[in-house]
């Protein structure tokens, strides 16, 4: 209110601005600003250009320069290039003119000193380091009269803190600009203002990673007053007891919040972290509890706390609780911190290695995990130990998927694609056993006579997520064996009377094989993301479509083994359907012929006999066995012994190469 008084006595100024910059140059309006902080207030001081459009004080003349002169010898500001010329808005039915809403246009310099334009209200690129602003206030007529200009810094929170700390508060806070208000008043818009300016203190902390403890008003300059001074009650504002008091239970919440806090959240969340995460968070940790207690023990806060035993505050008590917390707190964040350091290097390691050559960097990583467990005093809780377990699960998922390749797994080489699941499978496998064995052998890390400390948790905590991903990879491992199986589909050729009808079979089951499988090549999903239901559903549409697949596969079989004439043209049916004999539905088919192959085999081996046996009659009756034209004796009775024992012996190997035979 008293801004606008101080405005409406500045005769003939129209000034309309967002940051109430008229306290230099209103004479009604006093600041206590020390001469230091003159630098700030010049550059929200008001000024009226040559039009009377309001403009800033530019920190450097090349930024006005790049969006063209100021004004022309006419008056009338030049139009900027790209920027539409304002126009009055059409006159309302009755005569009015409509209110127009609030135009804004953001300027600022490129990397190559380009003009960059953008209409408001976002915010210009990272990019740039200071941008300037054009604002139209709604109704405000054409012309340049009504125009706002000013420039925004590239860090807005610490330029807002500035502007609360070095011109709002000194303004609202001073006496002589409160000349006309009710007391009440004028001790409400106080307290808001030193409520406003310790929200933005506290916000600027919070962005900064640290917690900034806001001092109570009217403790400026405790810091210079001896506590051993007999008149030291009598230097200090009688206020500031009551303050200080509300502060201890403002930082009492501050900090109540900080220890509440546990590495363990993001994992509670669903976020997943690495190892990484537990390594910053106790770092962090570490520096803003020091940063606390260093502002928790500064002299100025010291004597505030001397203030407070000298009246016999009952908050002196709270106080003093409060920073045994901190200590302890702080001394427990520098233990698990310093313990924690030496896992950089293992972690390191295992992200710049290619997953399939992380299986020899387990060991080592747990290594050290045993360690830290041993010596640490903070961290050798179950608790924790399983969060950084997780958390090292986590990592081995995120580069899995990495080396993997969701995108391009189901779509790519099926053999290769198999073959990385498969790499997958046995790393994350050697994983659980090494934790496993580093478990059972906790004891050798102790000293002979140490108390040894077990892990008493489940390992189920431990490895819940990533049980739940070797499931999904269990899957895409189905769908690749699946799909590697089907594909031969396409080479096969059957012989004999119905060989024709049936090749047609397999030919219409390999068509609609490569239908269903095409979805998941149009797909654009995370095949390994555990929240992925879409894919889960298309998988058990797909498997119920195999599963026809199988049994109409399974009859082909039972057909072509059927129109067979001999065991040769049995093993070849067998050879062709070599992986398909795995399946579990053509498995059962192929198992009800068994007995039928294992009658012919030994049909063939009766043969065998009688031919041996009438080999050996017609020897006896000769006098010589019957050999091949033009051989020697010895030489033709070896090679025809051969030759029947390949007749057994073939088909028998082949027998020992049936899958579950």
């Known amino acids: 209110m008293q801004v606008r008084r101080c405005r409406e006595r500045q005769a003939g100024l129209r000034d309309r601005t967002c940051l109430c910059p008229l306290w230099k140059n209103s004479p009604g309006l006093h600041s206590e600003l020390p001469a230091e902080r003159a630098g700030l207030g010049a550059r929200f001081r008001g000024c009226t250009s040559g039009a009377g459009m309001r403009d800033t004080n530019w920190n450097s003349r090349s930024e006005a320069a790049a969006l063209g002169p100021p004004s022309h010898p006419s008056g009338t500001r030049e139009r900027l290039p790209g920027v539409p010329r304002a126009t009055a808005a059409p006159p309302a039915p009755g005569g009015r003119r409509k209110k127009s809403a609030l135009a804004a246009l953001l300027a600022w310099r490129g990397p190559a000193g380009e003009l960059g334009l953008r209409p408001g209200p976002p915010p210009p690129p990272p990019s740039a380091a200071k941008a300037l ?16 200009c000013g420039d925004l810094p590239a860090e807005p929170l610490a330029h807002f803190a500035a502007l609360v700390e070095e011109v709002i508060v000194p303004i609202l806070t001073n006496r002589k600009n409160h000349q006309g208000w009710p007391r009440v008043v004028s001790q409400d818009i106080i307290r808001h203002v030193h409520s406003l300016k310790s ?7 919070q962005v900064k990673g640290k917690t900034l403890l806001p001092l109570p008003p009217g403790s400026e300059g405790i810091e210079d007053i001896d506590p051993k001074n007999e008149k030291f009650l009598e230097l200090i504002n009688k206020s500031l007891v009551h303050a200080t008091e509300s502060a201890i239970i403002d930082w009492s919440h501050q900090i109540q919040r900080v220890l509440k806090k546990e590495s363990s959240e ?10 990484r995460v537990e390594l910053e968070f106790w770092k962090n940790r570490c520096d803003d509890l020091e940063g606390i207690h260093s502002q928790l023990t500064s002299r100025k806060v010291r004597n505030m706390l001397e203030v407070l035993e000298r009246v016999q505050s009952i908050y002196v008590p709270a106080f003093q609780n409060m920073l045994m917390d901190v200590e302890a707190a702080l001394s427990e964040a520098q233990d698990i911190d310093l313990h924690l350091t030496p896992l950089q290097q293992p972690l390191e390691d295992i992200e710049a290695a ?11 990583l747990l290594h050290v995990v045993c360690w830290i467990w041993v010596t640490s005093k903070h961290y050798s809780v179950p608790l924790r130990i399983v969060v950084l377990l997780q958390e090292i699960c986590n990592l081995l998922i995120q580069q899995a998927v990495v080396y993997l390749s969701p995108e391009d797994l189901l779509k790519g080489e099926m053999e290769e694609s198999l073959g990385k699941v498969q790499t997958v499978f046995d790393i994350l496998n050697a994983f659980k056993g090494a934790v496993e064995e ?11 006579g140490q108390e040894v400390r077990k892990w008493d948790f489940h390992t189920r905590l431990v490895f819940a997520r990533l049980d739940s991903f070797l499931k999904r990879l269990e899957m895409v491992k189905g769908l690749l064996t699946t799909a590697l199986d089907l594909t031969q589909l396409e080479k096969m050729e059957f012989g004999g009377m119905k060989g024709k009808a049936l090749g047609q079979q397999v030919l219409d089951v390999y068509e609609e094989f490569q239908e269903g499988y095409q979805v998941f090549s149009e797909r654009t999903y995370d095949c390994l993301d555990l929240a992925n239901v879409e894919f889960e559903q298309d998988a058990l549409a797909f498997q119920r479509k195999v599963e026809d697949i199988d049994r109409r596969l399974g009859t082909v079989f039972t057909q072509a083994f059927s129109d067979a004439v001999d065991l040769e043209h049995i093993f070849k049916l067998l050879a062709m359907f070599r992986n398909l004999l795995e399946r579990p539905v053509i498995a059962a088919a192929a198992a009800d012929k068994v007995p039928v192959l294992l009658s012919m085999f030994s049909s063939a081996l009766d043969q065998a006999r009688l031919i041996y046996a009438g080999h050996t009659q017609a020897g006896l009756q000769l006098g010589f066995p019957p050999l091949h034209k033009n051989v020697p004796p010895v030489a033709g009775a070896l090679g025809w012994a051969r ?19």
């Open 354 to 364: 290619e997953f399939s050559k992380v299986k020899p960097l387990l060991v080592p």
């Open 438 to 448: 580093r478990r059972e052998n906790l004891h050798v890390y102790y000293e002979p």
């Open 199 to 205: 929200t933005v203190f506290k916000v600027v902390g």
């Open 266 to 275: 993001p994992l509670l969340q669903g976020s997943n972290p690495n190892p």
């Open 643 to 661: 030759e029947l024992r390949a007749r057994i012996r073939g088909p028998l190997e082949r027998l020992r190469h049936i899958p579950r035979l």
């Open 133 to 148: 602003f054009f604002l139209r206030p709604p109704g405000a007529g054409p012309g340049p009269a009504e125009l706002l």
